[in-house]
């Protein structure tokens, strides 16, 4: 029980020293560029204007609302503690919607988009993978190269075929959004079912471009495992190769979810985009906007909620794969 | 090393991705070279999404010398081109006001459809509770049905003095060699939203992307093996720094970095060559890390410490002694820097944060002009979908010799 | 003489290489093991006694290939058998296997008593999961294994202690004959004993019949077992007792081969180590004649022609040499 505590220890330590590092360089990296983020957003804003006072007084506003006037330390500390009110600004864009409630109305979006799809897309994919190692000929040789050359579909790529087939062709599926445009979110029936049905492409984009990846990982790992010793020993002892099998899956699965948390961040990235695509109201929509009307504050909220999510998923796969690999519990455990 | 290269070429995998990148560079150097010169962002259309197809111009082909061609179904041919589709949905709204059986018919099947009209417009029905205007368009749709079908000719007028006078007439059966027109153009994939043509900026376009993906490569894979093998080598609280720094690398997402980064360095300083570096900045974390795995497990073996002993200073341990031996390890994850680089970029300017769009095309900009102006709700595939199809190929092509470079190195993994 | 409880006639199999060459690694090898003897097979590694192994359990999957001969375990000829009837019935409970590399032999994400449930499972698929662990704790204790080791990973066992437990799960069944292929040779001095202590009492309290032991450390046949064969180039090159073997090897391999052992008791021998200068022929293309011929000091034109038969001499040896045995214990002699 020592080594188990030992080893969350040492993850949430992990866990809190990279959020930190996160914090600092979403606050740092704009700051180190040469150009002054609110005079560049001033020059936006104030495009158009001729009055040299009002445009004086846009400048003085966002220099206080950032605080760029401050020493660069100081606007830390006024940055995080911000940050731990849930203040994360005023958006440009949306003036003048506070960002925390712009990313709150977002956040729900992606994580139920996102999540089930990238679990579902693991979960085929590992299937299938342990299918084309076991199986081999025919199948692994049809298999693989499909699988392969699905691996390398963009997921905007994935999106958009998916958006002109099934919406724009044949017309099966709604094109945009995350609900019919003309409804407005409540709990009824006929909400859900437009929810449902704009869930569809975005999900099913999302899956089959995580599918190839997680199945070759998988094929690869379950080759690998097949060749083992213990797998020789069992079948001299005479247990069947169906049970055999079972354990070689189970063990070529389990390094599986490192590789979900450590590819996580690159998936969130693609499916982001692909949320882009669709419209879909998540967060890839509103860091896109964002980015169109060079609403600053909105940008850095995105960036900084969308790490602290990598940040979370991962942290809570490592936990979840130090409880289900026994392998993890005899290095990290009793070290 | 002659011995491995052959190795690596007897591994199909390795073969068939290399034979494809080969040619898509092939094509990117050759194309403009032979084919189709010229700025690649030139707008030669003044509309958005020109169709695929060749081009004749219609001001040369009327001055053309023309042959008489007597081709049977040339007007069917025409009739079903003329006759849009608004026309045949209203059609069969009228067979369905006079209560005919339409559950047979195809509308696309223009004689059927014309047969049909034929034989049941009448102008003088009033159908009950049909308004004024909807008889008249009715008539109107008559009228321009039977024009269609009549044997008209088109008068080509020559402007002279102050009226207009006859000089020519074409005849529904006067055809012209494209051979004899002088301003015929081919579009493979017709044009973009700016009227741009699109084969010869995609094939400008991947070039950009290749070396975009190139150059993030070399500087992921330089910053990736200078820091991994420090980390490895000298080991220590050298080591621990360069991990540290590593590992929260790792975990914050390269992509949140590249859009921080990108977005404050501000579209005018943004050209191809500083998001290529930008990306490179963003992704050496995977070759830091193995490249240290790799050079802990050879640090200890006989020929390095040999080398030690002799006295060889640090920088001839490493490139002699070290490198020859991660060497096919850095170039695999080379290629795949390269291809996530691509992707990287495509990525970036679909968000509005890629190079800066007026100079070059990359593929990601391609992509992004295309979502812009809707091609794919309009129908427009060339100008999107080749963009895809290109992204994929490069990169399926140096995943696969990737894998097949794996399973010459790996020989656990080869079947 | 006692009862024969294994017998091997003519056995032959081959290695079928990812480029379908064949190699014969088991060449028509011979020899028969009594009821509580143990046999132990020498040799340099390639020399086919690990292959020997692996073909002798009646069960093969690629690249081992089955070719010609038979295994009789206590009357019953398992080499012509259906492969599932093999599984069932004779695996486990007629041969037992102790693997090479008992490090890797245990599923590491399985706790023990869960593989000990699969193997008697496997033989009897109605066995009660509670009597399962009656008569596994019965038997750990029995072979002194602490208790704990049941609910144990694989991964949460040290060397010999997972060694230990291979050879407890490898016999739970009884079986009448046991083959362990180099069972001590990864291991420390200490725990080296205890594994050699534990081949003992399985045998001295009846678990099972009798051993086919294989090792390359000569001092450790020695004192393991009854018979010594020594293998060459897939065929056994002599047999005898294991005293006999040690001081009186009548074949140059052999008696190059116990050149190098030091034995404490006698000395003498011991004193001068030589080394069999060379590398064993290339089985893909066995020679013509005696396989040995190429690094033998004996050799002459003929061994190389000249197919050799195993040879009957004193009482129950044989050996395969074109040399009268009275020749060659004159040659050494005089050396």
Not at chain 1, 215 to 235: C, H, P, Q, T, W
């Amino acid at each position: 029980m020592k080594g188990y505590r030992k080893y969350f220890g040492k993850k949430i330590l992990w866990f809190l020293i990279t959020l930190v590092a996160a914090v600092i360089l979403n606050f740092i990296l704009p700051r180190l560029m040469p150009a002054d983020p609110v005079s560049a957003i001033t020059g936006k804003m104030a495009s158009g204007m001729t009055d040299a006072s009002a445009v004086q007084e846009i400048y003085k506003r966002y220099e206080a609302e950032f605080g760029t006037n401050k020493p660069l330390i100081q606007q830390f500390f006024i940055f995080v503690k911000n940050l731990f009110h849930g203040n994360l600004g005023t958006s440009f864009s949306q003036y003048p919607r506070k960002v925390s409630n712009i990313i709150s109305s977002a956040i729900g979006w992606t994580i139920c988009l996102q999540l089930p799809a990238i679990l579902v897309g693991w979960l085929l994919g590992n299937v299938l993978g342990a299918l084309a190692a076991y199986i081999r000929k025919g199948f692994d040789k049809v298999l693989l190269p499909v699988a392969l050359f699905m691996s390398n579909v963009p997921a905007f790529g994935m999106a958009v075929t998916l958006l002109v087939l099934f919406a724009v062709k044949w017309k099966i599926a709604p094109i945009a959004g995350g609900y019919a445009f003309d409804m407005i979110p409540n709990m009824s029936w006929r909400f859900l079912k437009s929810v449902i049905s704009h869930y569809q492409l975005p999900f099913w984009s999302i899956v089959l471009v995580s599918i190839g990846g997680q199945a070759i990982g998988m094929r690869s790992m379950s080759i690998y495992e097949l060749n083992a010793d213990y797998v020789k020993y069992a079948r001299f002892l005479g247990i069947k190769d169906r049970k055999i099998v079972g354990y070689v899956f189970r063990n070529a699965m389990l390094p599986q979810v490192t590789g979900l948390a450590l590819s996580i961040g690159t998936m969130i990235g693609g499916a982001l985009v692909a949320e882009i695509i669709f419209s879909y109201p998540g967060l890839g929509s509103t860091m896109y906007s964002a980015v169109t009307a060079a609403d600053y504050p909105l940008i850095s909220a995105t960036t900084l909620i969308i790490t602290i999510m990598v940040l979370v998923v991962t942290f809570l796969l490592d936990i979840i794969y130090g409880f289900i690999d026994p392998r993890v519990k005899a290095a990290q455990f009793d070290a | 090393m002659k011995n491995t290269l052959r190795q690596v070429f007897h591994s199909s995998k390795f073969l068939v991705g290399f034979i494809i990148f080969a040619l898509i560079l092939l094509t990117v150097w050759l194309y403009p070279l032979l084919i189709n010169p010229g700025n690649p962002l030139e707008m030669i259309g003044v509309g958005t999404f020109a169709k695929p197809g060749t081009y004749v111009s219609l001001y040369d082909a009327v001055n053309t010398r023309t042959e008489t061609l007597r081709l049977p179904d040339a007007d069917d041919k025409r009739v079903a081109y003329l006759l849009s589709d608004a026309d045949r949905v209203a059609m069969i709204e009228w067979f369905g006001i006079m209560d005919i059986d339409v559950s047979e018919l195809d509308a696309t099947d223009t004689d059927a459809l014309l047969d049909l009209w034929f034989e049941n417009y009448d102008p003088a029905i009033k159908p009950k509770g049909m308004t004024q205007a909807r008889r008249n368009f009715f008539k109107r749709l008559d009228k321009s049905i039977r024009q269609i079908r009549s044997a008209d000719t088109l008068k080509v007028m020559h402007p002279e003095e102050d009226e207009l006078v006859e000089r020519s007439s074409i005849t529904k059966t006067d055809y012209v060699n494209v051979g004899d027109v002088a301003n015929v153009k081919l579009l493979p994939l017709g044009t973009d939203n700016f009227g741009r043509d699109v084969l010869k900026e995609l094939v400008s376009a991947t070039g950009t992307s290749i070396v975009i993906g190139l150059i993030a490569g070399v500087v992921a894979t330089l910053i990736g093996l200078t820091l991994g093998l420090l980390a490895g080598y000298v080991g220590g609280l050298v080591d621990d720094v360069i991990m540290f720094i590593t590992n929260i690398f790792t975990v914050i997402p390269s992509f949140v970095l590249l859009i921080l980064i990108s977005y404050s360095i501000g579209q005018e300083q943004r050209g191809a060559s500083v998001v290529a570096l930008v990306i490179g900045f963003t992704s050496w974390t995977w070759t830091a890390r193995s490249v240290r795995s790799q050079v802990i497990s050879l640090r200890n073996r006989d020929h390095v410490n040999l080398s030690k002993l002799s006295g060889h200073s640090l920088v001839r341990i490493i490139v002699t002694d070290i490198l020859p031996y991660i060497a096919s390890y850095v170039v695999m994850a080379f290629i795949l820097q390269v291809s996530s680089g691509i992707l990287s970029e495509a990525q970036l300017s679909l968000l509005g944060l890629g190079p800066k769009t007026t100079v070059t095309p990359t593929l990601g900009l391609m992509m992004n002009w295309a979502m812009l102006y809707s091609a794919h709700t309009n129908g427009s595939w060339w100008a999107y979908f080749p963009v895809i199809l290109t992204i994929t190929l490069i990169s399926f092509s140096l995943n696969l010799m990737n894998t097949g470079l794996d399973q010459v190195f790996n020989p656990t993994l080869r079947d | 003489m006692g009862k024969v409880i294994l017998e091997v006639r003519d056995l032959k199999t081959k290695y079928v290489t990812r480029f379908h060459e064949d190699v014969y690694a088991v060449d028509g090898v011979s020899f028969q093991i009594e009821e509580g003897k143990s046999l132990g097979v020498a040799g340099e590694s390639g020399c086919g006694k690990s292959t020997l192994a692996l073909s002798m359990m009646g069960y093969y999957f690629p690249p081992l290939h089955y070719i010609s001969g038979d295994i009789i375990i206590d009357g019953k000829n398992i080499s012509g058998m259906d492969p599932d009837t093999v599984r069932k019935t004779i695996l486990g409970t007629e041969i037992a296997y102790i693997p090479q590399a008992a490090m890797n032999a245990l599923n590491p994400t399985q706790k023990i008593i869960r593989f000990v449930e699969d193997v008697i499972r496997a033989h009897d698929p109605k066995a009660d999961k509670k009597e399962i662990r009656e008569r596994a704790t019965a038997r750990f204790a029995e072979l002194g294994l602490p208790k704990d080791v049941l609910d144990k990973h694989a991964v949460e066992l040290s060397g010999g202690m997972k060694q230990r437990t291979v050879i407890a799960v490898s016999t739970i069944l009884s079986p009448k004959v046991l083959i362990a292929d180099e069972p001590s040779s990864a291991l420390d001095v200490t725990s080296q004993k205890m594994v050699i202590k534990m081949m003992r009492e399985l045998m001295e309290k009846g678990y099972i019949k009798s051993m086919l032991f294989i090792t390359h450390e000569l001092p450790l046949l020695y004192n393991v077992t009854d018979d010594i064969m020594v293998m060459y180039a897939g065929q056994i090159v002599e047999k005898g007792t294991a005293k006999e073997m040690v001081f009186d090897p009548v074949h140059p391999y052999s008696h190059g081969l116990m050149g190098s052992i030091l034995v404490p008791e006698e000395g003498t021998r011991g004193s001068r180590l030589t080394a069999i200068p060379g590398t064993p022929p290339n089985l893909k293309k066995p020679p013509q004649g005696c396989r040995f011929a190429e690094r033998c000091r004996y050799a002459t034109d003929e061994c190389r022609y000249h197919a050799i038969a195993e040879k009957p001499f004193g009482e129950g040896r044989s050996y395969r040499c074109l040399r009268s045995v009275d020749q060659l214990r004159e040659v050494y002699e005089n050396e």
